[in-house]
């Protein structure tokens, strides 16, 4: 049970419930001798109707009240920053109880309303481009700090009674490599998924992954959902350079991956593929046909992303119309495209922007070297 203490600090030790899916509820449940329905009835509490209090849970016995008050906590981080873009995109940025930070972005739209969830304190991946990778990495998020961002989002969106402002759509693309983080991000995606929690369909929850093979294949074993995979180059030489992940995973591998993945899902799934456009880089009439020969056989959706820049990141946005050309040789070939229009980057919400505040940095290298999927603190 070690994993599932919120402040396991030897002076309280006490299980925080945002850890737990209805499975784990369950558990925890019958431990105590309770009914298994229990779980439910908690989960309803805590995500659906954002109760913390245990004495307002009405349906359960005082005794069963009593005791997860003395026993547990139903505790998220503190929010130490909340900024709205002009173009209505939100940012938080929240406190973890180790003092590290992490970001959380809103993206509302017409139709719906799409939450980029962080999954690490920082990322080990170290892609060339990417603002967090370059900021270092510090640890795993806990289930608990994965599901508290939506927690937190959906009862902060709440507050601004604003009608149709609802969180619709979960994406793991914000800060943290997910997959490098498999069972915490599979729990906190259960809970997402849970008609009991947030009731997201499969369509509406999004794991992104740079590429780590073995856990797109566990993925697919214990999830239905949608995966996103950060191409961003269709050879080997180019993408070692930009995603270095690709230097142990290449692009053969992984394509059978992407494979093997959709053959697991329900009918008419498909992949997105995220492509960063870099001025000069990766953004060639020959790069787009390259591009086509590696997703052939794949039922894709390719999100064009232009590069969003940061500081001494060396690397220019490629010029509009260089990006409408590459979109059109893509999109002449039937794939289906998006060109992501940046948002929320007046407040560093952008992708890639997201940096937090990562305490001790250095445990980068060592994770990188040796990814370990699914790894706990
Ligand atoms: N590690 C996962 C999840 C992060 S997702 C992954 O790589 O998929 C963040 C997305 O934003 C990725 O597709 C990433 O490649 C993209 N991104 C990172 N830096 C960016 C930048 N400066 N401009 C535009 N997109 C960027």
Known sequence: MRSL??????????????????????????ELGEKSFRASQVIQWIHQKGVTDFQQMSNLSQALRDHLQHNTVIHVPEVVYDATSSDGTRKWLLQLDDGNRIETVYIPEDDRGTLCVSSQVGCALDCSFCSTGRRGFNRNLRTAEIISQVWLATRLIDEEKKPGRKVTNVVLMGMGEPLLNFDNVVRAVRIMMDDFAYGLSKRRVTVS???????????????????AVSLHASDDELRNSLVPINRKYPLQQ?????????DKQSARSRITFEYVLLDGVNDSDQHAQQLIKLVKGIPTLMNLI???????????????????????????????????????DDIDAACGQLVGKIEDKS?????????????QI
């Open 363 to 375: 445990r980068r290298h060592r994770r990188f070297e040796e990814p370990r999927i699914g790894m």
């Open 209 to 227: 992954t740079a590429g780590v093979v073995p856990a797109i294949d566990r993925l697919g074993d214990v999830l239905d959902m949608r995966l």
């Open 5 to 30: 203490i919120a402040h396991d600090n030897g002076v309280s030790a006490i299980l925080n419930l945002l850890e737990l899916d209805r499975p784990g509820l369950e558990d925890y449940f019958s």
């Open 254 to 262: 992984l394509m059978a991956a992407c494979r093997r993945f959709i």
């Open 306 to 344: 232009p590069f969003n820049p940061f500081a001494g990141s060396g690397y220019k946005t490629s010029p509009i119309k260089r990006v409408e050309r590459f979109n059109k040789i893509l999109a002449d070939a039937g794939i289906t495209t998006v060109v992501r229009r940046t948002r929320g």
